[in-house]
C-alpha cells in the first residue's frame, strides 16, 4: 500500500499514517514486535523530530527536508529485481558475498534469507522474523533506545525490512559480506530500514555496507543497525556513503561488545547531500578493543555530521576515534565526539581526534571532542584542528622540483591515507584509494560505475578544487 506524504507537520502526518494504517501495514508482526512498534510510536509523539534547540543537533536542521513531499511504501516494489547488474559496486580483486538492499527492502535472487557456511545467515530482516523469531526477539531492539531519541523511535514504529546477519560461536566468515544499498524511484522516498548483526564468540566478520543513489530525487533515509560482538569475536564494518546532493541520509548504529572482542567501524563519505551518522559503541564487558575511523569529502552545499559516542562500562578497556575531512566551496561539517568513562571502567584508555582541511573561507566545521570521565585510574586525550595543507611541507616538495599541482595533491592524498590504511581489506583499501584520488582531482562522477542511463542529460560531478588550497 502506497501513503502520500504531502501535508506539513510531516511529524503529524506520520503519526496519522502509522494508526491509521496500523492494521493493514503491519498485519504479520509478532506480539514482541507489535508491542515494541506501538510503544516507539507514543515515544515518537513525545518526542518529535530533533530540532537545532538540541545540542547535539544545534548545526544540522532537518527543517528542509521535512518540509517536502515524500512516498513511503509498505511492500516490495517487486520480488526480485537484478541489482547488482544496475550497478556495478567494482571494488577489483574483492571476493565476497555480495547482496542488495533496493529501496529500503532486501532483494536477492535466492529469495529473503541465505545460508552460508558454518550457519551463518544474510538475508531479509522481515524474512528471518518469520523464520527464526526467537533469534530476532532476542536482539531486536534490545540495543538501540527509543527514548528520548525520535529518529530510533520512528525507525522502530516503522521499519519493515533490512540486512540480517548472524553469525554462530566459533564461525569466521570465509570473506567479506558486501551490502549495495540502492536509491532507484522516480519519486520523493520516504524510508526506514532497520539492520540487525549477530556475532557469536570467537567468530569473525568483515561487513562492507555501500550507500548509492541512482536517480536524483529527493529521499529521506532514517535507518537503525543493531549489532552484537560476541566475547573473543571480532567485526570490521566499512560504511562507503556515494550519494547525491539531493539525498538526506541519517544513520543510527549502536554497537555493543562483551569481553575480549574487537571492533573496526571506518566510514567514508565521499560525496553526501545531508549526511548525519549516529554511531554509539557500547564496551560491555572487559579487555575490548573499538576503533572508530571516518573519512569525508565534501563540496557545494553538502553537509556531514557524525555524532560518536563510546561508552566506557566496563575497565581494562580500548578506543580509539580518528575522523578526517576536507571541505571545499560552502560545504559544511559536524564532529561530535563524546567518550563517557564509568566510575568502574579503572585501566581505560581513550583517544579522540578530528582533523579537518579547509579549502575555501566559505566552508565549516564545527567540532566538539568531549570527555566524559569518573574514574581516576585511566588515560585519555582529545582533540582537533582545522586548517590548510602543511605550508612547510609544500615547500620542502616544491624546492625539490615538484609542481605545485603534484605536491598539493600529495599532501591531500597523505592526509587522507591516514584513514584509508585502516581498511584491512586489501582490494577494498586499494579500490577507496583510487576514489579518493579521483574525488581530489574532481574526476569522479557518481554515474561511473551505474549503467543506467538515468542521468536525464544532467552531469553530476564532484568539484573539490585542489588549485583553492593554501591560496
Known amino acids: 500500500m502506497d501513503n502520500i506524504l ?22 504479520n508482526d509478532s506480539p514482541y514486535l507489535s508491542k515494541l512498534r506501538q510503544e516507539a510510536m507514543r515515544e515518537f509523539e513525545k518526542t518529535g523530530f530533533p530540532t537545532t534547540g538540541q545540542e547535539k543537533w544545534r548545526s544540522t536542521s532537518l527543517t528542509k527536508p521535512l518540509m517536502l513531499d515524500y512516498v513511503q511504501h509498505f511492500e516490495p516494489f517487486e520480488k526480485y529485481i537484478d541489482v547488482e547488474k544496475m550497478f556495478m559496486c567494482e571494488v577489483h580483486e574483492l571476493e565476497s558475498h555480495l547482496f542488495a538492499q533496493l529501496n529500503g527492502w532486501f532483494v536477492h535472487e535466492n529469495g529473503g534469507l541465505n545460508y552460508l557456511p558454518g550457519g551463518v545467515i544474510v538475508g531479509s530482516l522481515a524474512s528471518a522474523f518469520n523464520k527464526h523469531p526467537d533469534l530476532i526477539e532476542n536482539h531486536y531492539g534490545k540495543y538501540a533506545p527509543v527514548k528520548g531519541n525520535g529518529m530510533v523511535a520512528l525507525n522502530t514504529a516503522f521499519a519493515q525490512d533490512g540486512l540480517f546477519v548472524y553469525v554462530p560461536d566459533n564461525v569466521i566468515v570465509d570473506k567479506p559480506i558486501q551490502i549495495i544499498n540502492l536509491i532507484n524511484l522516480t519519486e520523493n522516498l520516504f524510508i526506514q530500514p532497520r539492520n540487525l548483526v549477530v556475532l557469536g564468540k570467537n567468530s569473525k566478520l568483515q561487513l562492507l555496507y555501500c550507500d548509492h543513489s541512482l536517480l536524483h530525487k529527493q529521499s529521506l533515509i532514517n535507518s537503525v543497525t543493531e549489532a552484537i560482538v560476541g566475547e573473543n569475536a571480532v567485526f570490521e564494518n566499512y560504511k562507503l556513503q556515494n550519494k547525491d546532493n539531493d539525498s538526506t541520509l541519517i544513520t543510527n548504529a549502536w554497537i555493543t561488545q562483551k569481553s575480549n572482542s574487537s571492533m573496526i567501524t571506518n566510514v567514508l563519505t565521499l560525496n553526501p547531500g545531508t549526511i548525519r551518522n549516529n554511531i554509539n559503541v557500547i564496551l560491555d564487558g572487559q579487555n575490548c578493543s573499538a576503533e572508530l575511523f571516518g573519512l569525508y569529502l565534501v563540496d557545494k552545499e553538502q553537509h556531514v555530521d557524525n555524532n560518536v559516542n563510546v561508552d566506557h562500562a566496563q575497565p581494562n578497556n580500548y ?53 566524559e570521565i569518573y574514574a581516576d585510574d585511566v588515560k585519555c586525550s582529545h582533540g582537533s584542528t582545522v586548517g590548510q595543507l602543511d605550508t612547510e611541507a609544500l615547500f620542502y616538495m616544491r624546492s625539490r622540483g615538484i609542481s605545485e599541482e603534484t605536491a598539493r595533491m600529495a599532501l591531500m592524498n597523505a592526509f587522507a591515507a591516514a584513514i584509508i590504511d585502516k ?49
Open 423 to 471: 581498511i584491512n581489506i586489501e582490494p577494498l583499501r586499494g579500490r577507496i584509494n583510487e576514489l579518493v584520488s579521483k574525488r581530489l582531482r574532481g574526476e569522479l562522477s557518481i554515474c561511473d560505475q551505474c549503467i543506467l542511463d538515468c542521468r536525464e542529460g544532467r552531469k553530476y560531478s564532484f568539484d573539490i578544487d585542489l588549485g583553492k588550497t593554501n591560496k
Open 319 to 371: 578506543s580509539n576515534q580518528l575522523f578526517k575531512g576536507i571541505l571545499d566551496d560552502q560545504a559544511t561539517a559536524v564532529f561530535n565526539g563524546h567518550i563517557l568513562v564509568r566510575k568502574d571502567a579503572q585501566k581505560t584508555n581513550a583517544f579522540q581526534k578530528n582533523q579537518n582541511i579547509l579549502l575555501t573561507d566559505k566552508a565549516t566545521v564545527d567540532s566538539n571532542p568531549q570527555l
Open 6 to 27: 504531502t501535508e506539513y507537520s510531516f511529524k503529524d502526518k506520520l503519526i496519522e499514517l502509522f494508526y491509521k494504517n496500523l492494521e493493514s501495514n503491519f498485519s
